[in-house]
């Protein structure tokens, strides 16, 4: 088990700024290929963005530019900043940890859930 406890979630306006965070217990942040993945009820968990543990990000074409995933190793936590936010990114967003080296952001690929940290976009 890696116990995965996210934060930050809020409500905002369009065109503003979030900053998430995962803290991670039991293990390091960057023993494992981390990601950020998000849900809307009704469909599929997709992913966000992703790091592997020698610090290789990617990122869905949607949030490319905007989004920037990161690590603090010292604190043990994964981070996801959001700028220029849109409605369509409204969702429950999940930290996820995968034992493959570097996975697709599919979640059939991640072993570890976080419980989620709800984002509102309002236009």
Known sequence: QVP???SGGDSVQSGGSLR???TVSGYSVSQYFMGWFRQ???KDREGVSGITSDGTRNYADSVKGRFTISRDIAKNTL?????????????MYYCAASSFTTPPLKTSFFGHWGQGTQV???S
């Not at 981070?79 to 969702?91: D, G, I, R, V, Y």
């Open 120 to 122: 509102t976009v309002s």
């Open 20 to 22: 998430l965070a995962c």
């Open 40 to 42: 809307v009820p009704g």
């Open 79 to 91: 981070s996801l900043q959001m700028n220029s936010l849109k409605p369509e990114a409204t969702a």
């Open 4 to 6: 995965l406890v996210e």
